[in-house]
């Protein structure tokens, strides 16, 4: 079997940022509020105890705002996850596939989380704490999930053969296992580390004896 640790020659393109308007800046104010406040109040309060009216009382926006800018109160609660795999997704676009899979998969995480800034890294953490307080919320990321697996598989390949799906499986399983290893200290150095070594590792897990 192929080593799933061994990156090979990965290589990435990056994106450029454009600069924003006046009114763009606004709104991008106004979705961090609602974004910063949902984390700050669904953890005192819990995700399922919390009603959305609750939420835009302290921003102090209309429902109408609101849904300008997210589809529910799930969707605001799992900005940081959503903007892993969306970033996830666009570096997958842009790698040069050559070579394993596995090492593409490895590679563009990798390149993923060098994107995040420290505001994701302090997020996020407080968002995966959330999901595991909240069944709802829970079962939401578990549906999302699905669809970015089932979105990798569809780009890499359109039969969508089993082989993609297992591998895909095998790297969620994966990152799930590094998230466990990081948790509760989060220190976002550490994040790479850990998925390069769990990663390593996949082979030797596939070789266990009962």
């Known amino acids: 079997m192929r080593d799933f640790g061994a990156l090979g020659t990965v290589m990435v393109m990056t994106t450029v940022e454009t600069p924003v308007t006046l009114r763009e800046r606004k709104k991008l104010r106004t979705r961090q ?21 609750a939420l835009l009382e302290q921003v102090e926006v209309s429902r109408r705002t609101f849904f300008r800018n ?24 842009g790698i040069e596939k050559s ?10 995480m990798l390149t993923t989380l060098e994107r995040m800034d420290e505001d994701w890294y302090r997020r996020f953490p407080l968002t995966l704490r959330l999901i595991a307080d909240s069944p709802a919320l829970d ?10 697996q089932a979105e990798i598989a569809c780009r890499l390949d359109g039969q969508n053969r089993l082989e993609l799906r297992l591998l895909i499986e095998f790297f969620v399983a ?14 976002p150095g550490e994040l790479p580390a850990l998925l390069r070594r769990a990663c390593s590792t996949m082979n030797s897990a596939l070789s266990l004896e009962a």
């Open 174 to 187: 994966t990152w799930r296992c590094a998230l466990d290893q990081w948790l509760p200290d989060c220190t």
């Open 70 to 93: 997210f589809r529910s109160k799930e969707d605001v609660a799992l900005t940081a996850v959503k903007q892993l795999w969306d970033t996830y997704l666009e570096v997958l676009d």
């Open 99 to 108: 070579g394993p899979l596995a090492d593409v998969f490895l590679a563009a």
């Open 139 to 148: 079962g939401y990321t578990l549906r999302h999930c699905a669809e970015v």
């Open 33 to 53: 509020a609602l974004i910063d406040t949902a984390i700050t109040l669904f953890g005192e309060r819990g995700f399922d105890n919390t009603p959305l009216d």
